[in-house]
Antibody, heavy 122, light 107 residues
Framework: QVQLVESGGGVVQPGRSLRLSCAAS????????MYWVRQAPGKGLEWVAA????????YYADSVKGRFTISRDNSKKTLSLQMNSLRNEDSAVYYC???????????????WGQGTLVTVSS | EIVMTQSPATLSVSPGEGATLSCRAS??????LAWYQQKPGQAPRLLLY???TRATGIPARFSGSGSGTEFTLTISSLQSEDFAVYYC?????????FGQGTKVEIK
């Protein structure tokens, strides 16, 4: 079955960097667009970034544009999120999620990891 | 950016009763609308996509309707496991956007 496992979260000071990873198994990773979605404590879901199946297209929320970079390694079935210049408001659980439909840029998210917590605090 | 507005923020329902949740988009998303359920400490789970298609394994008591800017999630007879927060999300435009959520609580 599909499994998405995030890692890399932790406590980091404002202005510093952190890199999140998501390891996928049970799927043909290379055919699906992949997403990062975050959820601040006690708050709703916020879409962060997305990357097309082949990595050629990347999209970002305005709140992270210029600071975060999404990437993928299809040979390793891994999704990454490089987070630079972190701010207190970036504190959240970060979920990795998979598009439902392969090779389709308009798709819901049918599988989610359990999330990794990022806390930005001095 | 398309703003997704859900109502009500909280819905108090007795087990066995029905519930209707609303989601409004600030501009048309056609039928590119999904609903997710999230329980405390868990990741969201896909319930419905394309506004009205149930995801794999989702019970028939969950149904969706609407297109364009107005959407509805209906739970026909609430079971104990249905008390959760529900989010709508549009995937027609970038950036993808979620509603703020509707909490369905036990009355």
């Amino acid at each position: 079955q599909v499994q998405l496992v995030e890692s890399g979260g932790g406590v980091v000071q404002p202005g510093r960097s952190l890199r999140l990873s998501c390891a996928a198994s049970g799927i043909t990773f290379s055919i699906y667009d992949m997403y990062w979605v975050r959820q601040a404590p006690g708050k709703g879901l916020e879409w962060v970034a997305a990357i097309s199946h082949d990595g050629s297209n990347k999209y970002y929320a305005d709140s992270v544009k210029g600071r975060f970079t999404i990437s993928r390694d299809n040979s390793k079935k891994t999704l990454s999120l490089q987070m630079n210049s972190l701010r207190n408001e970036d504190s959240a659980v970060y979920y990795c999620a998979k598009a439902h439909v392969g090779y389709h840029d308009k798709s819901e998210l049918d599988s989610w990891g359990q999330g990794t917590l990022v806390t930005v605090s001095s | 950016e398309i703003v997704m507005t859900q109502s009500p923020a909280t819905l108090s329902v007795s087990p066995g009763e029905g519930a209707t949740l609303s989601c409004r988009a600030s501009q048309s998303v056609i039928s590119n609308l999904a609903w997710y359920q999230q329980k405390p400490g868990q990741a969201p789970r896909l319930l419905l996509y394309d506004a009205s298609t149930r995801a794999t394994g989702i019970p028939a008591r969950f149904s969706g309707s609407g297109s364009g800017t107005e959407f509805t999630l209906t739970i026909s007879s609430l079971q104990s496991e249905d008390f959760a927060v529900y989010y709508c999300q549009q995937y027609n435009n970038w950036p993808r956007t979620f509603g703020q959520g509707t909490k369905v609580e036990i009355k």
